[in-house]
């Protein structure tokens, strides 16, 4: 467990609650599902002791579901925001930062399009206590941690035009760091799905990865299924927000005015998500489309090749197998120029034959 003090001073860290909360700021606790199982009971009387109130039994049974989709809920006390994130594993390095993991848990094939994973982060928003619920890596928490740490040590004096103000402004930025895995995950997925296409539209080579591409399709059904519940729980924690009562102060007021400007740029960048990921599926039946539509096409040019062959040589088979019967009053069957005629008749049949059906374009090449 980590926890936070934020105020216009600075952040500093401690590893349990403290007994009241600072003059000024406020407090972020972030723990681990399993933290919070297990020390359910002392959370439980910090947060009474330092807001009043404690988690309902609903919420606590959300924030330790690990299967639990985007959701928002609230209270007269506090509001609930479940977030699903990229799970380390989708993207083969640790969120927010650039560090890979390690090899043994990296799996062969395209881990962006076969490996997409999320996993839910849980948000208890009080007035002045942000409580967040982590997966065992933490990655989210981390990565945010450090950069608070990183911001406070480098320019402590102008910390405080960059610190989170609230712990409803905590929780965004937050959930925006986790938003900006899945904006990179679209250059990923855009590579994978391109070469995909240039194989698919190559008529020079034969496609035979379709159980990766309907992987990939599945995944990308997934994520948007993700999206569009991150959407609508953003959505849901915008509305809430409006409903706040209104600031008495031209500063609580622009507070108010930043939070909401937040809140819609994560909803905006959630939105890029989802249209780019619906854009990604169409391409995809597009390029499957037009790759069934280049076959069908090659296989009819072939088709149409071997018919207009077999209409040449059937006049000429003709000739042949009337020359091969069995009879003796055949015409030049008994002249030393017969064969010859017969070559002849049959060559400028045969040439006839082809330059008619060029005319009529049944011979040519496709242009590409």
């Given amino acids: 467990m980590r926890v936070f003090t934020i105020s216009p001073a600075g952040v500093s860290e401690s590893d349990a609650p403290p007994a009241q909360l600072p003059a000024q700021g406020h407090l972020w606790i972030a723990c681990t599902r399993e933290e919070l199982r297990g020390q359910l009971a002392e959370l439980q009387a910090a947060l009474q002791n330092l807001c009043g109130t404690q988690l309902l039994d609903l919420h606590v049974s959300d924030l330790l579901n690990a299967q639990l989709p985007s959701r928002f809920d609230y209270t007269s006390q506090y509001d609930l925001l479940v977030f699903r994130r990229l799970a380390a594993t989708a993207t083969g390095a640790v969120e927010g930062t650039s560090q890979p993991l390690p090899a043994a848990s990296r799996r062969g094939g395209p881990p962006i399009l076969r490996h997409i994973d999320t996993s839910p982060v849980g ?176 296989t009819n040019g072939i088709m149409r090749t071997l018919t207009v062959l077999t209409a040449i040589f059937l006049p000429l088979n003709l000739i042949a197998g009337i020359f091969g019967m069995n009879f003796d009053s055949i015409p030049l069957i008994h002249e030393d120029s017969g064969f010859w005629w017969a070559v002849a008749s049959m060559g400028l049949i045969g040439a006839g034959l082809a330059l008619l059906f060029w005319r009529k374009r049944y011979l040519e090449r496709n242009t590409r």
């Fill in 123 to 298: 948000f208890a928003v009080f007035e002045r206590v942000l409580l967040s619920v982590h997966p065992a890596d933490g990655a989210a928490r981390e990565a945010y941690a450090t950069r608070l740490l990183q911001s406070t040590a480098s320019e402590l004096r102008n910390a405080s035009h960059r610190l989170p103000t609230s712990s409803a402004d905590l929780m965004l930025r937050v959930v925006n760091l986790m938003v900006d895995g899945f904006l990179e995950l679209r250059r990923e997925l855009t590579r994978q799905l391109d070469h995909w296409q240039a194989e698919l539209l190559n008529p020079r080579t034969r496609f035979s990865n379709w159980s990766a591409l309907l992987d990939a399709r599945l995944a990308l059904h997934q994520l948007d299924e993700v999206c569009e519940d991150q959407r609508a729980a953003i959505q849901d924690w915008i509305e809430t927000v409006k409903t706040w009562p209104e600031a008495d102060t031209p500063a609580a007021q622009r507070e108010r005015d930043l939070l909401l400007v937040r809140s819609r740029d994560v909803l905006e960048h959630i939105e890029r998500v989802v249209h780019h990921v619906r854009r990604l599926e169409q391409s995809i039946e597009t390029a499957v489309q037009m790759h069934f539509n280049a076959q069908s096409n090659r």
